[in-house]
């Protein structure tokens, strides 16, 4: 197989196979956590709960008083990363394009240098998170196998496709196939790791602040 | 329509190429003096910005010198502002330049006639001394 | 003077358009200038070498591109000056005559010769498919090339398979080098390859008595060592996210990146964009197409010349079957789920302060 061949099995079979388990999964674990359920609360709620599932749902975005001090890589080093990866991820011309051809929606891209500086940092970011995590026994201690595989498959993408970008280490073609087939590693493993949190962050925390307010304690 | 209505943008100047040709002509001239022997610059396989081809211009400047060649297309030879460099551009039959080089040389070496030209010209000379007999 | 010069003289080629030729010749193989002397030097004394060139299942494009787009500049004359013994387009000779001057070409010159191959070899039925006097290529070229000093692979056909061996390849069509693995081989791309840079490869043979750098892929490193879109002059407007959308848009007009129309340039290793066409005219880019990667292996099945490199290749068949297995597992999973909790609903028993105290007491 030759690296456009390569090329070609990545943007087609492989990335129908990969979207078709992402969406497969996706659809597989809502369907399971929001059918789960809860007990009915007879009691009345203390305070207004959805209005606190949503404060709570925004709330968790800053760190808690104190906690800041205590940890400022992972607020610093995690609100760059996941704004980085955004970035990167929906702002580069090419991943619009193919947004467009699979959904049909289409936004304006940034610039190549912009793209080019982000992706930089967001890399500096994730290795600064991954090393912080190593050398805190705390955060060492918590973590599994699966928080570095996954840091793993979320730093291979952006790494192979600044490589492939600038043209570093392999010929352009086969830097670009190991890009997409990074990503579709990414995507097809995402609803069945802890990377599943982009789908469930925002339930679970709305349903947190929902529980909390019932209770009385709104936080 | 041709070509040139299609416009190309120009991205801001990149002169850090440019300076690197000015330093190694200045090495190339100085090998000059020192051994008579000078060199070239291929400025065909450099990526040269169009701004920063117009800064390497305005800093050589232009001499006193322009030899033009008709050998398969024409070729301009023009002396820089600074004696020893020459600006070389060969052009093809169409006009089209199809390499540019900047010289390091007393006189740029296509110039000279070699010694079996000269043979061949007295012969043609003398030839032509025998036509008038 | 020696035989080269005196029949470029003989054509009206002086020295100096020689000279000013090889330093172009040097220019486009990034060799330093001075190497342009030397070639001069070493071309004028090399002896003229027999070139042989066969046509295998091929169009004839490449020996159109090479012959035509040059004439008459003093790459057509380089190549006059070699001694192309054997083209069956070109040769006056037909027939039996024909094949007569290919078997005396490759016994007189056995291991001299360089030997330009066009076309992919057939190997489907033994190699009937292709035959040339009644013989199939594969036959031929099993004969011929051990006897050669070097192969050049002329065009993607025989470079790496080409449009023969495209899906579903009905004819079982490989490249040269699938079959020819002893020899020095150097591959030439493009449908059709640029004619200087076989021109370019012969004059580095003849100068220096071996092949120029060469790429993974066997690709003369000074030609194909860089993509189309590097080289590319619309290349600001890719890096600016400016993007042709249609072929007669306003973005068209104004020249802009054609990534978005399926410009394969990022992927294709190639000197168009700087050596360019039809006597350094312009190359498809700035006619405005975008460049479909002809110079790649297997760049017929790339998944769509007008297609985006960043959109999927093919139709995705699997995904909706994919949403409704997944809504069905999850249906599944969750009434696996409720039923799990029902039975453990009913399973439960309610303890009651009798049971504690009777417990408490049998431990008294």
Known sequence: MNALEFLAWVRGPGLDLALAVFALGVVWRLIEIYTLGRKPDLAPPRRVPAASGWHTLWRRMLPPPGMFRRSPVSYVGGYVFHLGLAIVVFFFIPHIQLIKALLGLSWPGLPSPVIDAVTVVTLAAMVVVLIDRVRRPVKRYLSTFEDYFVWVLTFLPVLTGYLAVKHLWLPYTTMLALHILSAELLIALLPFTKLFHAFTAWGSRWFNGEINARRGVPV | ?133 | MNELQERLAWRGISRRGFLKYCTMLASLMALPPAAGQAMAEALARARRPAVIWLPFQECTGCLESITRSHTPTIEGLIFDALSLDYSETLMAAAGHQAEQALKRAVEDNAGRFILVIDGSVPTGLNGAYSCIAGRSNLDLLREVAPKAAVVIAMGSCAAFGGIPAARPNPTGAVAISEIVRDKPLVNIPGCPPIPVVMTGVIAHYLTFGSLPELDRLRRPRAFYGETIHDRCYRRPFYDRGLFAKSFDDEGARQGWCLFELGCKGPVTYNACAHVKWNDHTSFPIESGHGCIGCSEPGFWDAGGFYRPLSAPAGPLKLAAGAVAAGAAVGVAVAIANRARKGAARAAHVTATVADLEKADGGER
Request: aromatic share 4%.
């Open chain 2, 1 to 133: 329509m041709g070509l040139e209505a299609i416009p190309v943008v120009v991205e801001p100047a990149d002169l850090a190429a440019a300076r690197a040709v000015l330093r190694e002509l200045a090495v190339l001239v100085e090998r000059l003096l020192a051994t008579g022997e000078g060199g070239a610059i291929d400025l065909g396989v450099l990526p040269l910005t169009p701004a920063a081809r117009a800064w390497l211009i305005d800093r050589l400047g232009r001499g006193e010198v322009e030899i033009r060649l008709t050998a398969g297309g024409q070729s301009t030879i023009t002396e820089t502002g600074c004696a020893g460099v020459w600006w070389v551009r060969h052009g093809n039959e169409a006009g089209v330049v199809t390499s540019e080089l900047l010289e390091v040389a007393y006189v740029p070496g296509l110039v000279p006639v070699s010694r079996a030209e000269v043979e061949n010209g007295l012969q043609r000379l003398n030839s032509g001394l025998d036509g008038l007999n």
